[in-house]
Each structure stands twice: as C-alpha cells, then as structure tokens.
C-alpha cells in the first residue's frame, strides 16, 4: 500500500513486522530499554541450551510460540524432567494453528496482573503515552472486562513506566497507535507484547483523557503531528469496559440467534459500541463479541454504580449473552476492592462465579 503511495492509517509497515513476530519483538523491546521477563533470547530448540536458560530464569518456565496468540502453543513446565516434552507439545501446537513451530521460553510468574500501556507516535521521532488500562480479567487468554486507570498503580509507576513507553516509541519513530503490554507482580513491569493497531478495550483511554484515539490515528495518517504534548494529556476519573458476548454466560457455548428484542443503555456518561439492531443474525462463524458497554465515573465507586445499572438496563434477547456475568461480577467484594490478577476470573469461575 505505501509502495502505491496510498496512505495507510496505521502504523510502518516494519513496525507491525517486528512486533508481531514475538521473539524479535522481545529483542526490539529490550533493545529499547522495556523491562523484559528473564528467559531465552531468541527461539530455542536445544535442549541442554533450554534446560540452562530456565534454570537461570528460575521455575516455572513457560514455552510461548513466536508466532503466537490467543493463548495456543503455551506451556507451563515446573521441572527439567518435562522440558523436552511440553517443548515438542508446543511447537506442535504452534504450527498447527499459526504454521510456525518456533518457540521460545520465560519465566513464568505465577500471579500476575496485565496491564498495557496506550502509546502514540507522529513517525517522525514524537510519542506520548495516554496511561494504563487493567486487562487482568481474562477467561483463557481472552479479556472479559478492562478498566482504566488500574487499581494497583499509583501516579508515579504510570509516570515511570509511561515515560520508558513513550520514549521507546520516540527511539523507533514509532507512527501511529500502539499499545504495549505488560505482566506487572510485585511493583515490577515486564514487557510481553505490543500490539501495532487500536484495541478493543481502546475506549477506557478515551474516556479517561478526552482524546479521540480514531481521530488521532487519522491526522497521523494525513502527517499532522499529535495533537496534544505529554504534558497536556490529564488523566481524570474511572472508566470501565464489559466485553459483551454471545455466549452463555455459565458455559461459555457459543449462543448464535436472531436478536428479537433490542435495547441499549444510555444516559450521561454510557457508551455502547456495537453493530447489533433488531433481526440481525448473528453468526456462528466469528469472533463471539457482539458489543462493548463503556462507562465513565469520577470514582471507580461511581462508574461501578453507573455500570450496573446500564447492565440492567441493556436489552439483549434472542440468544444467551454474558450480560448476566457482568451483573454477578460487579456484585463480588474482591473485584470491588480491585483485588484482582490474571487468574483470579478462572478461579471465581470455578468456585463460585456461576451466574
């Protein structure tokens, strides 16, 4: 597209080449000053050489495929003992679902949160950051509700780690959005991946900053700088995001259907993106998201109370959907409390999380 002189909105074409291979990723991120995860340099195949990098890096060990994502071609390995296996199971894996069987090894932190960072560059050597959102909600590597800012860190960890973001993404000439994204345990980031495109969970940022996330990425495209310094992007109240699916929201089945009754949440401060109207059909051979409930408080006290009732309010029939999730969710005390990691949903699920 660029070699036409087509104008792409988005970010350099080596850009999204680098980061979406993750080993090079990892090598660029280091190479730039992120905080990385201990583990191998690049892709690894050689046993002995795997057996020394974890040892190193301490158990548990987990095995990632480069080209991965949506959690395929992981594992978890505890001992040298099941090293060789859980390597081989990976990089079969990987290349069934993505074609490439390369895989590389980090430790593995046993309960962390994820936390990502919204960067933005002109491509001509200026980036800022707009701040943190919390994706630590997750359901098998898949988010289910993400807020902005996160509960866990305080002004001068997203000032550090922001600052380290934009600065990398300034070294890089970086154009565009981008989010990097983090595992954050004990006061510590450690870069994982980054995303060269806009996020579902994108519009937590926007009501938190007041900025335009689409509208910036187009102006980058027309070559106009940022339209607004680090220094002049303010951080204000809380927003949160439910991810809604149509799926059922004890088994997590696709649910498929025709939407026969369709009502959504309004009032101030109550965004819904979706594509859904009375007699779509949905079908069974995409993605389960059929809408995104967006809410903005000037506490998180505030946008939860907000939350629950557009959830009550939101009108959805015809199929199952994981509204009824969401409500059961916003009623539990530690999620309340934003005492949450990675695996705590999983866990809640299992336990008592059944709506």
Known sequence: MEAHGIAFVGPKPEHIRTMGDKI?????AGAL???????????????????AIAEKAGYPVIIKAASGGGGRGMKVCTSPDDLETLMQQAGSEA???FGDATVYLEKYLANPRHIEIQVFGDGKGNA???GERDCSLQRRHQKVLEEAPSPVLGQADRERIGGICAKAMADMAYRGAGTIEFLWEDGEFYFIE?????QVEHPVTEMITGIDLVREQIR???????SVAQEDVVFSGHAIECRINAEDPRTFAPSPGTVTSYHVPGGMHVRVDSGLYQGYKVPPYYDSMIGKLIVYGRTREGAIMRLKRALEEYVIEGMKTTIPLHQKLLRDPEFLNGDYTIKWLEEWLARDGQP
């Open 128 to 130: 800022i950051h707009l």
């Open 24 to 28: 090079e990723a990892k090598r660029t």
């Open 33 to 51: 000053g992120l905080p990385l995860v201990p583990g191998s340099d690049g892709a690894i195949s050689d046993l002995e050489e795997a057996k």
């Open 194 to 198: 980054m995303n060269t495109r806009l």
């Open 95 to 97: 290349k069934a679902a």
């Open 220 to 226: 980058i495209a027309e070559g106009r700088p940022l």
